[in-house]
T-cell receptor, first 114, second 113 residues
Framework: DGGITQSPKYLFRKEGQNVTLSCEQN?????MYWYRQDPGQGLRLIYY???????QKGDIAEGYSVSREKKESFPLTVTSAQKNPTAFYLC?????????????FGQGTRLTVV | SQQGEEDPQALSIQEGENATMNCSYK?????LQWYRQNSGRGLVHLIL?????REKHSGRLRVTLDTSKKSSSLLITASRAADTASYFC?????????????FGGGTRVLVKP
């Protein structure tokens, strides 16, 4: 069935390590998004992509990187430059027309620095 | 920076009562959307209202939009314990500003049985 899948559900990172969060969708959506959510807070936009091979920085892109080589996939790498990466990460996709409609969310990845 | 800001931040009501929350935003929009999040889960889309619409209904949900005041409200009528969740507004800017979907800080709603 169609949807958006994030993996893993829980991820532990050691200090100084890069980690990559996976996001895959089979909804044929053009637009994909990555958000960070801290406890009791709203969603802050990290990166978004409106089309394959193109992406834009959101409000808190520092310390993160993304790629969009395939329409279905939008992985997020949390680099060692991100000093406070412990958070809940949510991926979303939307369509048609480069994302003006409702967004569909994955179930999130909870990242903890150990 | 957050485009939308919800008010109140938290709301506690009895089952059967109505719940109203507001969202204010800063820039010109193509549409505004409301989402629901249960604790520790992803968000679920509730309703979308376009900039040329003033009111929209979906089941027990009623959304209004006032573009002159850059504000929207979400009303949940006859609330149920299962409505306990966080509710977020999100805006899509107009065409010239791109398709950045930006969320507010949310309203946490507790419906007591």
């Amino acid at each position: 069935d169609g949807g958006i899948t994030q993996s893993p559900k829980y991820l532990f990172r050691k200090e100084g390590q890069n980690v990559t969060l996976s996001c895959e969708q089979n909804l044929n959506h053009d637009a994909m998004y990555w958000y960070r959510q801290d406890p009791g807070q709203g969603l802050r936009l990290i990166y978004y992509s409106q089309i394959v091979n193109d992406f834009q920085k959101g409000d808190i892109a520092e310390g993160y990187s993304v790629s969009r080589e395939k329409k279905e996939s939008f992985p997020l790498t949390v680099t060692s430059a991100q000093k406070n990466p412990t958070a809940f990460y949510l991926c979303a996709s939307s369509g048609p027309g480069q994302g003006r409609g409702e967004a569909f969310f994955g179930q999130g990845t909870r990242l903890t620095v150990v | 920076s957050q485009q939308g800001e919800e008010d109140p931040q938290a709301l506690s009501i009895q089952e059967g009562e109505n719940a109203t929350m507001n969202c204010s935003y800063k820039t010109s929009i193509n549409n505004l959307q409301w989402y629901r999040q249960n604790s520790g889960r992803g968000l679920v889309h509730l309703i979308l209202i376009r900039s040329n619409e003033r009111e929209k209904h979906s089941g027990r949900l009623r959304v209004t939009l006032d573009t002159s005041k850059k504000s929207s409200s979400l009303l949940i009528t006859a609330s149920r314990a299962a409505d306990t969740a966080s509710y977020f507004c999100a805006t899509v800017p107009n065409k010239a500003a791109g398709n950045k979907l930006t969320f507010g800080g949310g309203t946490r709603v507790l419906v007591k049985p």
